[in-house]
């Protein structure tokens, strides 16, 4: 499993969009560091900060906080593509790309629609990417064919075979228009955060429309902030959108382990999949730019990098606004994607039957996935280490900004103002646990309630009510009944608005009586009571008139600090910039961004991981998971390192010493899943799928004393292409 699994952060952001609220993923500060520069083989040393303590307990510390020094690359190493390290890669790794290179890194790179990373790797418009970024299309080929791909692979013998994926698009970067003085020019008028922020909104839409016209039909322009509105730039994407699906294990193969391997290391997962774009006339897109892989692999020590599309990270926020994430919106989301697991979990186990069981399964794997990614996340905020060091960053900034007389004259007082701000908002911390990603059509909310809210906000039309998509009674409830219980935990049960949705029921009793009794829980009442004309009175519909003018109320409060919060970070990056210029990267921002590495092994459980895995492990975690103990060769029943019979049947035919998996020390946070790891002669050596449990407080600093990217050694992906599915085509096409 990945770094971000695509359909749990895409449905949570645009709940909270949708309420004005800020997302988990696209998070406030867009930044993505990266690690200090590796000790092994040409990499040059740099010192190291004060090592971590060996308690990190608040009630046993250990250590000095204000002896804590910054690393050099707490901040990271996710370069941009327009303004690469050219001398920190000479310095650091004897390596010195010319503009030619940089140009064809960002030209193979793609975005796989709007949650993962992939590339061209073949002449002939072959995509690589994670086999779960492609999970989602997986499961919806099997909706259509009647088969379960998940269970059995799908693996195309010829390009007839390939398979059509309704909406399913990639993008290619193919230029970079710094447009940051205009942008600022738009909101220099305005009078009041919330307009400044507007204005930025308003010219960003004229920028995109009027570039994206320039070059015609096929291509769109992004424009994207960079160092919290430090920058704004103009990404023009040429889009494909016949991509179609080629090859992709078994869920066993690529979801090896299930997620109790999740974030871990050693791994033995195969996270790739094949895709190929076509264009206009069904052809197949033939790339100017394309990276093939490298047979050879790599060796401990290589340069590597990383070419993908981080989501977000915070690397760039005051102490300030860390502790508030760390006192209250990582624990209350954790909160939410737990039980959102919980509610999938429980439907799950009493409708194994459901025609629609994998498409709600996938969603499952999400929340599971983020559920494990957000323990790590809460628990390196809640490190003291972590926030010593952030502390010690935030003291050198400060200082470097007291030398700078012109800077400090305009900017002096912007993280006092920041910490003033976190202060207010945290006045409203018991309803910001109660409404994380609540709105409007959020799908945790259940079809009825959603129902409810598009009957209100439209009117009583109809078009808005019956384009909610049905779920499953049971989930609804399952889901309402989550929804109730954080209002209940958080608000008490004497607040007005628990007491109009619940009265004295309980949160589950109280979802139950509204769902199996409102006509919007289903499209066929839903019909019927639209031409009866008696949804008025519906308890749905009563529960989103109940609920609207709460969350109005809480927005309300929230959207001017929001807005004030945007604006202060804005100057902290301005600031941060004209004293640093590009040397620190930007945090994440779902753009291209390069990193780089080295193949390196890290101390672990008291002794030390393997820089890569083989087959062999593959097997032995087969045989001592799932069969060990059994008097047949046969695995136990839901066995998360259980392999097909495929797989058993292939076992002589595998070359058991071939590199599998393996770790190095580049920067990546989700969104990165199916980035190419590609060498200096950028050919692909692996495709990077996961971090390691060590990797997981990323999002906030990076150090790459223990933080490791995990990768599917390419060496993997051509024998198992050729010796365990028989594509002797695609090992051609992809080595050509």
């Not at 010195?96 to 629609?113: K, N, T, V, Y």
């Not at 690397?315 to 959102?340: C, H, K, M, Q, W």
């Not at 194994?352 to 499952?364: G, W």
């Not at 990193?595 to 002794?607: A, E």
């Amino acid at each position: 499993m990945p770094f971000t699994r695509p359909f749990l952060f895409v449905a949570l952001a645009a709940a909270i969009a949708a309420c004005g609220g800020s997302a988990p993923i696209a998070d406030d500060a867009d930044v993505v560091p990266a690690p200090a520069p590796d000790t092994t083989a040409s990499v040059v040393e740099t010192p190291a900060p004060a090592p971590a303590p060996a308690d990190d307990d608040f009630g046993g510390l250990t250590f000095d906080p204000d002896t804590v020094q910054a690393g050099r690359f707490d901040n990271g190493r996710m370069f941009t593509l327009d303004d690469p390290p050219r001398e920190y890669l000479a310095e650091t790794y004897d390596f010195r790309p010319g503009d030619e290179w940089f140009e064809r890194a960002q030209l193979g790179a793609l975005r796989f629609a709007t949650y993962c990373s992939a590339s061209f790797v073949s002449p002939m418009g072959l995509v690589l990417t994670n086999h779960h970024c492609a999970r989602q299309s997986v499961t919806a080929a099997s909706l259509e064919d009647g088969v379960d791909y998940n269970e059995q692979g799908y693996y195309a013998g010829t390009m007839a075979q390939e398979k059509a994926i309704e909406d399913l698009f990639v993008e290619q970067l193919v230029a970079i228009v710094d447009v940051t003085a205009e942008v600022d020019a738009a909101a220099a008028e305005a009078a009041s955060d919330t307009e400044r922020q507007q204005a930025r909104a308003t010219a960003t839409e004229a920028i995109e429309e009027r570039i994206g016209g320039e070059y015609g039909e096929g291509f769109r322009a992004q424009v994207i902030s960079l160092y919290s509105g430090g920058q704004f730039k103009a990404y023009v994407f040429k889009r494909y959108d016949d991509v179609r699906l080629v090859f992709a294990p078994e869920t066993a193969l690529g979801y090896f382990g299930g997620d109790p391997d999740n974030f871990t290391y050693p791994r033995y997962s195969l996270d790739f999949a094949l895709f190929r774009a076509y264009d206009e006339n069904g052809e197949p897109v033939q790339p100017e730019v394309y990276f093939p892989f490298d047979a050879d692999g790599t060796e401990p020590g290589d340069l590597v990098f990383v070419i993908g599309n981080p989501g977000s990270t915070t690397r760039l926020n005051t102490v300030a606004e860390l502790e508030y994430r760390r006192d209250v919106t990582e624990p209350a989301l954790l909160d939410f994607i737990g039980s959102r697991a919980d509610a999938y979990r429980a439907y799950l186990d009493a409708h194994p039957d459901d025609p629609l069981y994998a498409e709600y399964e996938d969603t499952f794997f999400s929340l599971e996935n983020g559920r494990k990614a957000y323990t790590g996340r809460v628990e390196g905020l809640r490190d003291p280490y972590i926030i010593a060091r952030r502390a010690a960053a935030e003291r050198e900034y400060l200082n470097d900004l007291a030398q700078n007389t012109e800077a400090n004259a305009t900017y002096g007082d912007v993280v006092e103002r920041i910490a003033a701000n976190r202060d207010r908002v945290r006045q409203l911390a018991a309803q910001t646990r109660a409404f994380t990603a609540f709105g409007p059509g959020s799908p945790y909310n259940g079809t009825a309630l959603n129902r409810g809210f598009a009957y209100v906000l439209g009117g009583g039309e109809a078009e808005p009510v019956t384009s909610v998509e049905d779920q499953p009674v049971e989930l609804q409830i399952n889901l309402l009944a989550a929804r109730y219980q954080d209002l209940y935990d958080n608000l008490g049960a004497d607040d007005p608005l628990v007491q109009a949705l619940m009265g004295m029921r309980t949160p589950k009793a109280a979802a139950r009586l509204l769902v199996e009794g409102s006509a919007l829980a289903t499209a066929e009442q839903t019909a019927a009571a639209l031409d009866a004309g008696t949804l008025a009175d519906d308890p749905a519909v009563a529960a989103a008139q109940a609920l609207l003018p709460a969350l109005q109320a809480y927005f309300g409060e929230i959207q001017p600090l929001s807005a004030e919060l945007s604006e202060l970070q804005s100057d902290l990056a301005r600031s941060r910039f004209e004293i640093y210029g590009t040397a620190t990267p930007p945090d994440a921002t779902f753009s291209l961004r390069i990193s780089d590495g080295v193949v390196k092994s890290y101390p672990y459980n008291g002794t030390v991981t393997p820089p890569y895995t083989t087959f062999y492990g593959l097997y032995d975690r087969h045989y001592s998971h799932c069969v060990a103990g059994a008097e047949e060769d046969e695995a136990a029943e839901d066995c998360a390192w259980a392999l097909p019979e495929r797989w058993l049947e292939k076992r002589g035919e595998i070359t058991l010493s071939t590199p599998y998996n393996f770790v190095s020390t580049n920067d990546i946070i989700g969104g990165n899943s199916g980035s190419p790891v590609v060498d200096r002669d950028l050919e692909v050596v692996g495709i990077a799928f996961d971090g390691n449990i060590q990797s997981l407080p990323g999002n906030y600093i990076f150090d790459d004393t223990l933080n490791r990217t995990v990768s599917v050694d390419v060496r993997a992906m051509l024998m198992v292409l050729g010796d365990v599915y028989n594509l002797d085509h695609l090992v051609d096409e992809l080595t050509d």
